[in-house]
């Protein structure tokens, strides 16, 4: 990966959150979606303080609606190393994740 490449895909990011302006990147999950997860509410919020805390360092941390639900496995385990998240972390982090990406791909049907 080129630095020029790196900046491309920052500036893309950067580009990405003004056109989404006005909408959280990292929605705050509700009780619908813990209930469709089947986990508490604290749980899905602990994922998401942990996803904007450490998936924003780089580059703008992704909205969860930037890939289908069955996608975000792969990324998070891609990026859990650069992320310094321990096992139990990236787990919060991907069940946020592809819970939250769930509610828009039901949404949109
Ligand atoms: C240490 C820097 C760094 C951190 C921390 C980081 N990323 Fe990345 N991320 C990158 C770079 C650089 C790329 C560009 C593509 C590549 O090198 O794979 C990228 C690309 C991505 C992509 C796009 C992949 C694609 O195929 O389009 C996603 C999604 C992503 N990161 C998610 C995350 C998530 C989720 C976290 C937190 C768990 C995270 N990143 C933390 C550096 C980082």
Redesign the pocket.
């Known amino acids: 990966?080129t630095r020029v490449a790196?900046l491309t895909?920052v500036l893309a990011a950067a580009g990405a959150a003004l056109a989404a302006c006005g909408h959280s990147r990292a929605p705050v999950a509700t009780e619908a979606d813990a209930a469709r997860a089947g986990v508490s509410v604290a749980e899905l919020n602990q994922g998401r303080r942990l996803?904007v805390g450490?998936?924003g360092?780089?580059?703008l941390?992704?909205s969860p609606t930037?890939?289908p639900p069955e996608a975000w496995p792969g990324?998070?385990g891609?990026?859990?190393e650069?992320?310094?998240?321990d096992a139990t972390s990236?787990a919060l982090?991907e069940r946020y994740?592809v819970t939250m990406a769930q509610a828009s791909a039901q949404a949109s049907r």
């Open positions: 990966m790196v895909f996803f450490h998936c360092n780089c580059h941390p992704p930037d890939f990324h998070v891609e990026m859990r650069r992320a310094g998240l990236e982090v994740l």
